[in-house]
């Protein structure tokens, strides 16, 4: 099982991301654009059974918003989030699946190990439960991962340089003053 010493740098964790959307884009001979797209990925590309579930329920634990089960391969999010019923959450459900395929790129290997397993409870596949509130250094990881895979620097460098003619940043002062006003 992962400890808290085990560090993955920044780098590392956005090189990971590369790797996959290029694998992905290689496997199924596309370009990969904006938005990046991390349900496919989890599916089609790394085999997971991935669904909905009413995971503060399921679990007995609140603020759940994901869980990964390694060993059953599966991905579970809660129905709060489901951007079919509840479409102004589309952003968090995509930040909550872009951050289970974190933990399963960069945890895996840890739980599934003869040592992880073994650490694990008998009898049962136990997920790494994903909480709004916990700070932890997976969940930090799994954090820089999601936002590495949704947001890759050189695609998001050309989607500010097409919608504004060039990389330059825009200031909103006139914005900025208009809230100030409120």
Known sequence: MARSNDFVPKET???GTLTLIADYGRRYGVTVQLPVPVEEIIEAHLGLTFDFADLP?????????GGTWFRSREVKID????????????????FTVAHEIGHWELHRHRYLSAEGQAAMFAGGDHPVICRSNDKSQLEWQADSFAGYLLMPKDMVFAQWEAMHGSLDPYIAVDEIADLKAR
Do not use: Q, T
Request: aromatic residues 8%.
């Open 13 to 15: 964790i956005e090189a």
């Open 57 to 65: 329920r399921m679990l007995n634990v609140p603020n759940v918003l």
């Open 79 to 94: 129905e709060s989030l489901d951007p079919d019923v509840f479409p102004d959450r589309l952003g968090r459900y995509r």
